[in-house]
């Protein structure tokens, strides 16, 4: 309890201060704020508590903060008295220890005494209610450091209790406390507030009447040597009032002292017991007023919250263990990406990452490192139809076969970017082209023992485009595509996939080859380096405003300013491990390509099922035949033959 001293055959004054409330929603709305806000701002921060009068006995004066007490214009609960107060959220445990508590209380106090001196605590009474609280908000950890601060100004001299406490039902009537209810009641829906801090009173045995603080002169007309105050006092012990009188006494010793001797203080205690209303817990007494002067100065300020040790000291709330753990590691990627915006790149649009849904087909060694990096994962059990690899005519066996094939375009028709980290070639090729006829993003990752490719495919102009149309946002300046070297400013649009670089339709790799052949024998940190490329390159395509539609970017723009905040978004990245060394390719699209040319593609979208059916169950000669592969090979062969002859000839 704080005391005021009076007279030694005086009673002292005590308060009972108030005990700090912070609920759950608050932290999580401060965690909010501190990640997509304040990031490294420390710099002041209004916020918005309540208190309430209506508690039962033996529970503490609280001032509650809950999640809405950063919005500064929400309503306060019903039956409830709106505190002002300042946020300090340090970036720091050092800065939450060394911060300056006793700077910060005489800035606090200075503000609530020159409301006083001016007169505008009389207009806003709320302005007398004022609290720090400094914070240091453990994110990684879930513990919120605080330090709870209710300002009160101390009077130049002692406040001598002249009668009182009692019970309010002591000294009033029914009738009068019925009045004073009525009378407050209408008030507060005069002003339109749930509950007025203080209030003016005049009574007799026959009415109560009630006013706000500004009409003082008005309403005490006529009086001169007491008046009476009410007080909405969270307090509920029967012998003390609570801590929001302090300062309201303050400004009557200041305003009222040379006019009356001493003031009569009502503190108004508003609960519901048993479904009726009951303020007769309420108490009054009477308080000598200081006669000697106030100097201009403020007056010593106290407030700051003792711990749950009973010291001076901070507190310390741990919400780890009420976190559910699948939350804790969602937040703990969340809170990696906004730290990235705070300094490093603030630039980086998180939206798109966060909102970005992810289609990883294979499980293996790639697609869990890839999985891991991504931090996302549902499993779908499912076999994917291969070139080179028949679907026999059974009816079980080509229903299984239709109902992986319609499950592979749902999936791919609801993600926006497909990996594919397959162990074979042909096991890619659907994918690849259903990706393709739908217009995904495709990253690509394959392994060798020491060496390792990633790329994204070419993204196809969307269906409803010519082909002598531009994509969306204007891709290319068109006047010199190739520019001055041959694989420079290739939008995405143009770009190879996994497939352009073959000559020959993918067929069963698997048959015929020992077991070191059959896997994918790799260095171990192969597929850990190239997963995380797979994802990063995935990311920098997401940041690029034309996204898959993108330029390439090729090893000779590493000098060059990048066209993301993240860097350079290649289409391709070969490393070598056994020389530490990637380089950046860039490969245009085939026009007769057995996954992603036009040929494949139409008839894909005409035929369906039917379609693949017919490449499942076909020697790879089908695809040839169709993309014009197997005229190339015969071109060839006649080009290669004609070119032996005309050597011979020349011999000869």
Not at 382 to 402: D, K
Not at 463 to 490: E, T, Y
Not at 611 to 626: G, I, Q, R, Y
Request: charged letters at 20%; one cysteine or more; hydrophobic letters at 40%.
């Amino acid at each position: 309890m704080a005391s005021a001293t009076g007279d030694p055959g005086l009673s002292k004054l005590q308060f009972a201060p108030f005990s700090s409330a912070l609920d759950v929603g608050f932290w999580h709305e401060l965690t909010q704020k501190k990640l997509n806000e304040y990031r490294l701002d420390e710099a002041p921060k209004d916020i918005k508590g309540y208190y309430y009068n209506g508690d039962s006995a033996g529970l503490p004066a609280r001032l509650t903060l809950e999640f809405s007490a950063f919005d500064m214009s929400a309503p306060t609960p019903a039956r409830c008295c709106p505190a002002v107060g300042t946020l300090y959220n340090t970036n720091t445990l050092e800065s939450f220890k060394t911060a300056d508590k006793k700077l910060l209380l005489e800035q606090a106090a200075n503000e609530i005494w020159e409301s006083i001196k001016s007169g505008a605590a009389l207009e806003n009474p709320v302005l007398l209610n004022k609290f720090l609280l400094l914070t240091f908000a453990d994110l990684k950890k879930y513990h919120f450091y605080y330090w709870f601060c209710y300002p009160a100004l101390c009077l130049p001299e002692s406040l001598p209790l002249i009668q009182g406490p009692v019970g309010l039902d002591q000294r009033f009537s029914l009738k009068q406390i019925e009045a004073l209810e009525c009378a407050y009641d209408n008030l507060c829906q005069t002003e339109g507030v749930t509950a007025l801090p203080y209030f003016l009173i005049k009574y007799d045995e026959n009415m109560v009447l009630v006013s706000l603080l500004k009409h003082y002169s008005d309403f005490f007309q006529g009086q001169r040597t007491k008046i009476t105050i009410g007080v909405y006092d969270p307090c509920n012990l029967a012998q003390y009032p609570g801590w929001p009188l302090r300062n309201f006494l303050v400004l009557a010793a200041h305003r009222w002292s040379s006019s009356f001797q001493s003031v009569e203080v009502l503190c108004f205690r508003d609960r519901t017991m048993q479904g009726a209303r009951d303020v007769a817990h309420s108490i009054i007494f009477e308080v000598k007023l200081p006669e000697m002067a106030f100097s201009p100065d403020c007056p010593k300020a106290v407030g700051w919250e003792k711990n749950q040790k009973g010291g001076m000291g901070p507190r310390m709330v741990n919400l780890s263990e009420c976190m559910d753990p699948k939350r804790l590691a969602e937040s703990s990627v969340d809170l990696n990406l906004k730290l990235m915006c705070w300094r490093l790149v603030p630039t980086l649009d998180l939206e798109k990452v966060v909102s970005v849904k992810c289609l990883l087909l294979g499980a293996g060694t790639l697609g869990c490192n890839v999985a891991r990096t991504l931090m996302n994962a549902k499993g779908f059990n499912m076999s994917i139809p291969m070139p080179g690899h028949p679907v026999n005519f059974s009816s079980v066996t080509l229903e299984q076969a239709r109902r992986d094939v319609e499950q592979l375009e749902q999936l791919i028709e609801s993600h926006d970017v497909i990996f594919l980290l397959m162990d074979t070639r042909e096991s890619r090729w659907l994918p690849a082209v259903i990706a393709a006829s739908k217009r995904k993003l495709v990253i690509n990752a394959a392994l060798g023992f020491d060496t390792f490719v990633v790329m994204r495919h070419g993204l196809k102009k969307p269906k409803q485009q010519g082909a002598g149309d531009l994509c969306p946002n204007h891709l290319v300046a068109s006047a010199d595509l190739l520019g001055s070297s041959l694989f420079a400013n290739i939008p995405g649009y143009k770009l190879g996939c996994y497939f352009c670089n073959d000559v020959v339709a993918p067929g069963d790799s698997t048959r015929d080859r020992t077991l070191d052949q059959q896997c994918t024998v790799s260095r171990p940190g192969l597929a850990m380096i190239a997963g995380a490329l797979a994802v990063e390159l995935m990311v920098s395509v997401l940041q690029h405003p034309e996204g898959g539609y993108a330029i390439a970017s090729s090893s000779d723009d590493r000098m060059n300013e990048p066209p993301t905040s993240l860097g350079l978004v290649p289409h391709q990245i070969r490393g070598f491990l056994s020389r530490f060394d990637n380089v950046l390719p860039v490969s245009l699209a085939f026009d007769k390509c057995t996954a992603c040319s036009s040929k494949v593609l139409d008839q894909y979208e005409r035929e369906g099922f039917n379609f693949l059916a017919k490449v499942f169950n076909s020697s790879h000669s089908f695809l040839e035949d169709l993309t014009g592969l197997t005229l190339l090979h015969q071109e060839t062969q006649a080009a290669e033959i004609e070119s032996h002859s005309v050597a011979q000839a020349g011999a000869q």
